[in-house]
């Protein structure tokens, strides 16, 4: 013990403060994977409650030289659920949390761990308060698109008033902007206030850190990142996809390692037997919930496209269907549905021809980076945004059409899917995503993008 503690104390160590979510969580991880190659150590802190629940891969290689350690948010029995509302979560959040995590960097100061940095989700900007007290060099991480970021930015500087008043709209580094591919807190900032207030308090302090980091790369967003350097420290240091899919520095590192739900092993036996490029992948992720009329006309428009399909839907979101229409789709083997699988392993599979997505940030950069080609479904925050630059700028694939109800009916379904899917109109889009693919590549090897950025952050943090 005395030896890994003394090959510890000549690093550099960070402290990682994720918001308490997988979608959150799990691109801070691969991050901090890339900081190890940099002999760089990493403490990821997650709250007491998240802590319990987390699910490791069996296939879980992660070096020693990234750990845990928890904090309380207050909720350590059942987190956000058993919180009244959100506002009281973060507002507890805040209280206790920062207590808690003061304590835990003066607990590493007075070891042979003490702390060179602080990485915070901007989610919690208290998290950047604390480690100023203490002089730690502080970068926000922020887990969506630098496009979103940017516009958010413009809505809390006042820059962009709400509500827009005009249509399209217009703001340097990125393309005109109709509502409907607007964040929904912009589009709709009424909708839902507590998270409203949440995204744009994320800049309520941003000045004073030192970097900003984003799960993106250069070329993915080259004008959105030059209009937005000029405002802030912006370094993209993505796409946070684990090694094995892109430069393969570490070729045991294949998938992201912290589940909150139990993994369906199923799938891959499955994909196994499917021709290359035949099966259409389907997922929402994991906070999502589609409405019982959506989630009927999802099901008959995969079965109307008569392309075999994985489709991920939680027990809970099941109940939704009928049996016999469960049995319907899935018959002779056509359909598989699964609770929950490894993303990453899905996406690579060579039997996937596209994927159907809500186009949650991380879905669409592993999409990217893996070089599938996608249908987009968008619902909310982040993700109309998204779907805008899948189809208009990386022009990697289709977005579906609601009806008069904000329903996407199965016809439209089905037509988008074969756009993608079949073999002349989906041409162009297969060679849009593998040149996105080579891109991410590049951007993470040694001397791209990414990999300057990374060193860059790591050459500025204190001894």
Not at 85 to 92: E, H, K, V
Not at 155 to 166: A, F, K
Not at 274 to 280: A, L, Q
Request: glycine share 6%; net charge negative.
């Amino acid at each position: 013990m005395e030896e890994k503690k003394s090959k510890v104390n000549v690093r550099k160590h960070v402290l990682m403060i994720p918001y308490p979510s997988q979608g959150h969580i799990n691109p801070m991880l691969n991050f901090s994977k890339r900081l190890s190659t940099k002999g760089v150590c990493v403490t990821i802190v997650t709250t007491i409650f998240i802590s319990k629940s987390m699910h490791r891969l069996q296939s879980s290689s992660l070096p020693d030289s990234i750990q845990f350690d928890t904090i309380s948010d207050g909720y350590d029995q059942g987190g956000f659920a058993q919180a009244d509302s959100i506002a009281s979560y973060l507002s507890n959040m805040e209280l206790v949390g920062s207590k808690n995590l003061r304590e835990l960097i003066q607990k590493y100061n007075f070891s042979d761990y003490p702390i060179s940095g602080l990485v915070y989700d901007p989610f919690l900007p208290w998290a950047l308060e604390v480690g100023k007290e203490f002089g730690l060099v502080g970068a926000a991480f922020f887990t969506q698109m630098c496009a979103v970021n940017y516009i958010y930015y413009h809505v809390h500087h006042g820059l962009l008033n709400l509500p827009v008043s005009s249509i399209p709209i217009s703001i340097q580094g990125l393309p005109l902007l109709e509502l409907k591919d607007t964040p929904s807190f912009v589009n709709n900032p009424g909708f839902y206030p507590p998270y409203f207030h949440m995204v744009m308090n994320q800049f309520s302090n941003i000045y004073k850190a030192d970097f900003i980091l984003v799960n993106s790369f250069y070329k993915l967003e080259e004008q959105v990142v030059d209009s937005m350097s000029k405002l802030l420290p912006l370094l993209t240091i993505g796409p946070t996809v684990p090694s094995f899919h892109l430069d393969k520095l570490s070729p045991n590192d294949t998938d992201n390692d912290i589940h909150l739900h139990s993994l369906d092993s199923s799938a891959t036996t499955w994909l196994n037997s499917k021709p290359p490029g035949s099966v259409i992948y389907v997922s929402f992720g994991s906070m999502v919930c589609l409405s019982k009329e959506q989630m009927e006309e999802l099901a008959l428009g995969l079965k109307g496209t008569g392309f075999n399909f994985i489709w991920v839907i939680t027990v809970l979101e099941r109940k939704k269907l009928s049996k016999e229409l469960l049995d319907e789709i899935c018959e002779d083997e056509k359909g598989l549905v699964v609770n929950w699988i490894p993303q990453l392993e899905v996406l690579s599979n060579k039997a996937i021809g596209c994927f159907l997505t809500h186009c949650g940030w991380n879905s669409t950069i592993e999409a990217l980076s893996l070089g599938v080609p996608m249908v987009a479904m968008p619902q909310w925050t982040d993700q109309p945004m998204d779907a805008k630059f899948v189809e208009d700028v990386w022009k990697v694939g289709i977005r579906v059409k609601v009806n008069e109800n904000n329903i996407v009916k199965s016809e439209e379904i089905e037509f988008c899917v074969r756009q993608v899917m079949e073999k002349d109109s989906g041409k162009q889009f297969r060679i849009n995503a593998k040149k996105w693919r080579d891109l991410a590549i590049e951007a993470v090897s040694e001397g791209g993008t990414s990999d300057n950025n990374i060193n860059e952050f790591v050459k500025n943090l204190m001894r």
